[in-house]
C-alpha cells in the first residue's frame, strides 16, 4: 500500500521535478520561496505538492521562523528505486524477485 501512495505523489511531473530540485540543492534542503522560481509556479502550488511528498512519506518538513523547509526522504526514494527494478522479472511468474 505505502508503495502505492509514493508512486502515485512521484506521478505528477512537479512532484518529481520537486524532488530533482531538492536532491539538488547543495544542503540537499530549501523552502517553497526558493523552489516556486525554480519550478516557475506560485508559492501555494509548491506548497500543495509538497505536502502531498509529505504525507507520502518522501519528504519531511521543518518550521524556521515563517519558512518551512523542505528536505527529500533519501531512505524512502532509495526503497522506492528498489521496489520498482524491473532487471530482474521472472519470465516464469512475471514478477520481481526481492
Known amino acids: ?5 509514493r508512486l ?3 506521478a505528477d511531473p512537479v512532484r518529481l521535478r520537486l524532488i530533482a ?3 539538488g540543492q ?3 534542503e ?4 526558493e523552489l516556486a522560481p525554480i519550478l516557475g ?3 501555494p502550488t509548491v506548497s500543495h505538492h509538497l505536502k502531498t511528498l509529505a504525507k507520502a512519506g518522501l519528504v519531511s518538513k521543518e518550521r524556521r521562523g515563517m519558512s518551512v523547509f523542505y528536505t527529500p526522504e533519501i ?3 532509495r526503497a522506492l528505486g528498489v521496489a520498482v527494478r524491473f532487471d530482474e522479472i521472472d ?6 524477485r526481492a
Open 26 to 28: 547543495p544542503t540537499r
Open 75 to 77: 531512505d524512502a526514494l
Open 1 to 5: 500500500m505505502r508503495l502505492a501512495i
Open 91 to 96: 519470465d516464469r511468474r512475471g514478477l520481481c
Open 8 to 10: 502515485k505523489a512521484l
Open 41 to 43: 509556479v506560485s508559492e
Open 30 to 33: 530549501a523552502c517553497t520561496c
Open 21 to 23: 530540485s531538492l536532491l
